[in-house]
C-alpha cells in the first residue's frame, strides 16, 4: 500500500483529537493527501456501532461483547474508508486505533488480551505505521474532557484511577512496540503539536 497509516492513542482528554486535526492541517501544507479519521466509528455503519459503545450505563455489555462490537465496527471502518485511502496514496490520520482496544478492553484480563490479539492478526490484519502516544497526568486530562459536554461519557465516567490504570498500560504498550512513540502532552497545545510533528516529519522525510 502506498500510504502511510497514524494512529493517535491516549487516555480520554489527552488531547488525540486537538492534535489529529493540527497534524492533518499540517500535512496538508506539504501537500500531503490525508484522510482524518476516527474509531469507533469513522464511516456510517461504524459510527452507529459507535454509539452502542459510548453511549448509556457502564454495565451495558459483558467485555467480550464490548470488545466484539470494537471489532465489527474497526472491519467495517477498514473495509470502506482506511484501506481504500492507504491503498491510494493518502495518509491516514486514525484517532484510536487497536491498540485503544487493548489497554481498555483487554486491560489485565489475559483472555480478553488474547481474544484482541488473535482478532487484531484474523480481522485486522494491519498494523500501523507510526503510533503516536500523548501522555498526560490523567488529573490533568480528566478536569480537559469534563470540560466538554457530551453525550459520549461512558468510558469517561470511570473516574480518575481507571484514567491512570489506562496510562500505565500505554506506557507499557509503547515499550513493548517499537511503532510507539511517547509524546509529552502535558505542555500547551501548540507545544505538543511541535512534538508531533518533529516524530511525523521525522518519520516521513519532511522538513520545514
Ligand atoms: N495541550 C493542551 N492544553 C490544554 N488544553 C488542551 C490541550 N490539548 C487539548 N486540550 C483541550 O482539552 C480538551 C480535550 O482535548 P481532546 O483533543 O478532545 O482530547 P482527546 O481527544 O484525547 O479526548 C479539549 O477541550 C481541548 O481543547
Ligand atoms: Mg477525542
Known amino acids: 500500500m502506498s500510504g502511510y497509516f497514524i494512529t493517535l492513542e491516549g487516555i480520554d482528554g489527552s488531547g488525540k483529537t486537538t492534535q489529529a486535526i493540527l497534524l492533518e492541517k499540517k500535512l ?3 501537500g500531503k493527501k490525508v484522510l482524518l479519521t476516527r474509531e ?6 461504524a459510527e452507529e456501532i459507535r454509539n ?8 451495558r455489555w459483558s467485555p467480550t461483547t464490548e470488545t466484539l462490537l470494537f471489532f465489527a465496527s474497526r472491519k467495517h471502518h477498514l473495509e470502506k474508508c482506511i484501506l481504500p485511502a492507504l491503498s491510494s ?8 486505533f487497536s491498540d485503544s482496544t487493548m489497554v481498555y478492553q483487554g486491560g489485565t484480563n489475559l483472555e480478553l488480551i488474547n481474544l484482541i490479539k488473535n482478532l487484531n492478526e484474523l480481522v485486522v490484519g494491519l498494523e500501523p505505521d507510526l503510533t503516536l502516544l500523548i ?3 490523567p488529573q490533568k486530562s480528566l478536569s480537559r474532557g469534563l470540560k466538554r459536554s457530551t453525550k ?8 480518575l484511577e481507571f484514567q491512570e490504570k ?4 500505554y506506557q507499557s504498550l509503547a515499550k513493548e512496540l517499537d511503532r510507539f512513540h511517547m509524546i509529552d502532552g502535558n505542555g500547551g497545545i501548540e507545544a505538543t503539536h511541535e512534538l508531533v ?3 511525523v516529519s521525522d518519520h516521513l522525510n519532511l522538513s520545514d
Open 197 to 199: 510533528w518533529k516524530e
Open 166 to 169: 489506562a496510562r500505565l498500560r
Open 52 to 59: 452502542l459503545l459510548v453511549q448509556g450505563k457502564r454495565d
Open 135 to 137: 501522555d498526560v497526568d
Open 28 to 30: 496538508v501544507t506539504f
Open 152 to 159: 459520549e461519557d461512558r468510558f469517561e465516567m470511570f473516574g
Open 40 to 45: 469507533p466509528g469513522g464511516v456510517k455503519g
Open 89 to 96: 496514496n493518502t495518509t491516514v490520520i486514525c484517532d484510536r
